[in-house]
């Protein structure tokens, strides 16, 4: 059973940055895209940004510009740089791994934007 281990959460004021890491807890073949959702409060998990093994990104239309997603394929890690936050990124974040076709999770990291 593969795990994935998030960190780099907590409370920032508006502006600031964070950077969230997620790796598996054991050595891996076979991973094809990875990938960040978030879910506020009330509200349905929406993807953030997602990587494939190539390096190719794409970003929710909220982030984009913010936020940037990247991976260490030797290290089964990936990372979300979040730059310039706002209050409306406040959410608990997931991690995801695409692994031969099945999606596995994170057990999320709360990100708190506020002054």
């Known amino acids: 059973q593969v795990q994935l281990v998030e960190s780099g959460g907590g409370l920032v004021q508006p502006g600031g940055s964070l950077r969230l890491s997620c790796v598996a807890s054991r050595v891996i073949f076979g991973i094809n895209r990875m990938g960040w959702y978030r879910q506020a409060p009330g509200k349905q998990r929406e993807l953030v940004a997602t990587i494939t093994r190539g390096g190719s990104t794409d970003y929710a239309d909220s982030v984009r510009g913010r936020f940037t997603i990247s991976r260490d394929n030797a290290k089964n890690t990936e990372y979300l740089q979040m730059d310039s936050l706002k209050p409306e990124d406040t959410a608990v974040y997931y991690c995801?791994?695409?692994?031969?076709?099945?999606?596995?999770w994170g057990q999320g990291t709360q990100v708190t934007v506020s002054s």
């Open positions: 995801t791994f695409n692994i031969l076709g099945r999606d596995y």
